[in-house]
């Protein structure tokens, strides 16, 4: 290898060297899916059985594998989590929102709602990356919005309604579950939206979304569907649950991504359903983290213990070690995307461990980093 600065050995190596927080490792038994599909689904009408077929068992795995209590309904709807926080700024708050933020992601939903016109602005709990912020309970509100795990930081919070007994189910809890649904145990009865895209621990596309609602939460939609506040037909979340009622989106959908999405919620289902998935992104991250915390020069950036993502692991390097250095010489060798979110800046490597990435390669991984830091050094 004539270009790499730090040759790793062929035996150190993971056998497959995808460690990004999303888009994530792909297996390949769902590209070979996909490739068998490719006559009879992929190329063909978003409105006819094959694709229906497709998202109606899309929408039943999900309920199955979340546990998803009578009565909630999976909607979906194109555009990804970015695009579901404004539909959820359009058809979700009614008047004013509370906001936990403590990294970018839940930070961008904070804004969306901040910024509408038409609501007050949002009372907002903030933590310094790295910390950890949960909503108080807070009774000039009709809607609570937290991340299960921000994934620019690696924490993870409760999913827990932030009212004690007796709270008016007038106000609705919003989860942004988007890399962490399917990799962590969670009880939806906490949650009246629990939304989520499938390119992170699910290891399929981008470009859509989907969310389990409450029947609070699917009331709260059709009520403001039906006040006179101006919803764009994209992001009126009215439409998408009219159209995912019939197991179709307002417009059309990316189908091999539901494809790759419907092959990987049956192999969870096939090995043991959500306990099996936690349990390899929890095999993974317990790794991670005891294995940083025995080297002098690495640390985990969340620095109480139960904080810490079991999908997103950031580890903070020495100064003298620059990152930088390291992931260029890890992806030289095919090992790849383990860089921080890029706004947080610190000198990190960020890992992510969903279900899909083999706790033998997350052990192949930092025996790799070990390896170039000693050469580098
Ligand atoms: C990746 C991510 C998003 C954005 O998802 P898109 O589908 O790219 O819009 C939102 N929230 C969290 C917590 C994420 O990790």
């Known amino acids: 290898m004539p270009d790499v600065a730090v040759p790793i050995p062929a035996q150190l190596l993971p056998a497959d060297g995808r460690f990004g927080s999303g888009p994530s490792k792909v297996r390949r038994a769902q590209v070979d899916v996909l490739a068998?599909?490719?006559?009879?689904?992929?190329?063909?009408?978003?409105?006819?059985?094959?694709?229906?077929?497709l998202v109606a068992r899309v929408r039943r795995g999900i309920a199955e594998l979340l546990g998803a209590p009578e009565?909630?309904?999976?909607?979906?709807?194109?555009?990804?989590?970015?695009?579901?926080?404004?539909?959820?700024?359009?058809?979700?708050?009614?008047?004013r929102a509370h906001h936990a933020v403590h990294g970018e992601f839940s930070a961008k939903f904070a804004s969306a709602t901040t910024r509408a016109p038409f609501l007050s602005p949002s009372h907002v709990t903030r933590a310094e990356p790295g910390d950890r912020a949960l909503v108080t309970p807070d009774g000039e509100v009709d809607v609570y919005a937290w991340a299960h795990n921000e994934t620019s930081t690696g924490v993870v919070s409760p999913v827990q309604r932030p009212t004690a007994e007796g709270t008016s189910r007038d106000?609705?809890?919003?989860?942004?579950?988007?890399?962490?649904?399917?990799?962590a145990a969670v009880d939806l009865t906490q949650a009246d939206v629990y939304y989520f895209a499938p390119q992170k621990v699910f290891g399929s596309d981008g470009g859509l979304w989907f969310a389990v609602c409450s029947p609070a939460a699917l009331a709260r939609i059709e009520e403001i569907a039906a006040s006179d506040r101006w919803i764009p037909d994209s992001l009126d979340l009215s439409q998408a649950v009219a159209n995912s009622r019939l197991e179709q989106t307002l417009n059309t959908p990316a189908i091999a991504t539901l494809a790759l999405l419907a092959e990987q919620l049956d192999w969870f289902a096939d090995n043991g359903g959500l306990a099996w998935a936690a349990g390899r992104s929890r095999e993974s991250s317990d790794h991670v983290y005891a294995w940083a915390q025995a080297r002098p020069w690495a640390s985990p950036f969340v620095a109480v213990p139960e904080h810490r993502s079991p999908v997103v692991a950031t580890i903070d390097l020495d100064p003298a070690i620059d990152h930088t250095a390291v992931i260029r010489a890890l992806r030289d060798n095919g090992v790849l995307d383990v860089f921080p979110y890029r706004k947080l800046g610190r000198n990190q490597l960020r890992l992510g461990l969903f279900p899909a990435v083999e706790?033998?390669?997350?052990r192949a991984l930092t025996a790799c980093v070990d390896y170039v830091v000693e050469r580098l050094a």
Not at 40 to 53: F, N
Not at 359 to 362: A, G, I, Q, T
């Open 36 to 53: 068998a599909l490719g006559t009879s689904v992929l190329g063909t009408s978003h409105r006819q059985p094959p694709v229906r077929d």
């Open 71 to 95: 009565g909630h309904e999976v909607v979906l709807g194109n555009g990804g989590s970015t695009s579901f926080w404004d539909a959820a700024t359009f058809s979700l708050v009614r008047e």
């Open 171 to 183: 106000q609705l809890t919003l989860v942004d579950a988007t890399s962490i649904a399917g990799a």
């Open 359 to 362: 706790p033998d390669d997350v």
